[in-house]
Nanobody, 118 residues
Framework: QVQLVESGGGLVQAGGSLRLPCAASGRTFSSYAMAWFRQAPGKEREFVADISQSGEHANYADSVKGRFTISRDNAKNTVYLQMNSLKPEDTAVYYC???????????WGKGTQVTVPS
């Protein structure tokens, strides 16, 4: 079992940056693949990025490739989402997720709101 708590959301102007940390409980953080998803108002939740247990491999949605970077610090039980060149269409609730393999996530945080006004 792992509990996930996202933070770092807020209101940022277009072109700005935010970094979202997601802190995980437990001593087995390095056993989990981690991911970020987002859900905009009136839309389904969508994949943003994921990272392997070691941090060597990462994947991104086409919509964020080149602007967002996922990383992790296994010593701090934390995964990060660095978001640069933010656009109004990035406005969403951002969720952190964990699973034993990428693509299958069993644990979810409650989300943090990111708003980029147009």
């Amino acid at each position: 079992q792992v509990q996930l708590v996202e933070s770092g959301g807020g209101l940022v102007q277009a072109g700005g940056s935010l970094r979202l940390p997601c802190a995980a409980s437990g001593r087995t953080f390095s056993s989990y693949a981690m991911a970020w998803f987002r859900q905009a108002p009136g839309k389904e939740r969508e994949f943003v990025a994921d990272i392997s247990q070691s941090g060597e491999h990462a994947n991104y949605a086409d919509s964020v490739k080149g602007r967002f970077t996922i990383s992790r610090d296994n010593a701090k039980n934390t995964v990060y989402l660095q978001m640069n060149s933010l656009k109004p269409e990035d406005t969403a609730v951002y969720y952190c997720a964990a699973g034993f393999r990428t693509g299958i996530y069993n644990y979810w945080g409650k989300g943090t709101q990111v708003t980029v006004p147009s």
